[in-house]
Nanobody, 121 residues
């Protein structure tokens, strides 16, 4: 059974940085396209960034130039480096496996517990 365990969230001031990590077990990680989503209070879950098995990346416009998605296949882990954080980045962040299709991502139905990111002064 595949497990996704997100970590690295926390409370940070505007302009600060956080690095999220998602450890994946039970799958052929190196063959998976991976993604980070977020759900802000009162909003739908939205795709933030995705990385293909070959290392191609996509970002939602609101985080381009601030966030970087990366992966370490030796550690079965995908990362999200978040810089220049803004109030509107406050959300629960989730990773998932799936399929990158152009600039879109088709996630698989099982999700981890997520990690809370709060940007506040």
């Amino acid at each position: 059974q595949v497990q996704l365990v997100e970590s690295g969230g926390g409370l940070v001031q505007p302009g600060g940085s956080l690095r999220l990590a998602c450890a994946v077990s039970g799958s052929m990680f190196s063959r998976n396209d991976m993604s980070w989503y977020r759900r802000a209070p009162g909003k739908q879950r939205e795709l933030v960034a995705a990385i293909s098995s070959g290392g191609s990346t996509n970002y939602v416009d609101s985080v381009k130039g601030r966030f970087i998605i990366s992966r370490d296949n030796a550690k079965n882990t995908v990362y999200l480096q978040m810089n220049g954080l803004k109030f509107e980045d406050t959300a629960v962040y989730y990773c998932n496996r799936g399929m990158m299709v152009g600039t879109s991502f088709l996630p698989l139905p099982s999700w981890g517990q997520g990690t809370q990111v709060t940007v506040s002064s």
